[in-house]
């Protein structure tokens, strides 16, 4: 397997904060993946951060949240990071 390093750009993201009001967000995040190719640990990254937000995400289908990899390294280690990988760097959208 090889390893890769995924950073995922999530945007228009309907959340609940803990006021308890909803607000359009986005989030950045970094997911250390071993797969077998790019697009395989692309489609990894991207289940495992949909698992990670179902809870949180209330959009409705009409409209969806996006995700987008922003950055694929594929590199010969994870060094110390945890995998694979845990947090989001969340934002405001404007309204």
Not at 43 to 56: G, M, P, T, V, Y
Request: charged share 30%; net charge negative.
């Amino acid at each position: 397997m090889k390893k890769f390093i995924v950073l995922i750009e999530g945007k228009n993201f309907l959340i609940k904060d803990e006021k308890e009001m909803f607000q359009k967000s986005g989030f950045y995040t970094t997911r250390f993946i071993s797969a077998g190719s790019p697009s395989q640990a692309e489609n990894i990254a991207f289940e495992i951060i949909k698992e990670d937000l179902k809870d949180i995400t209330l959009n409705d289908l009409s409209n969806p949240p996006i995700m987008r990899v922003k950055e694929l390294n594929e590199v010969d280690s994870f060094g110390e990071n945890l995998v694979p990988g845990t947090g989001f760097t969340w934002f405001d959208e404007e309204q």
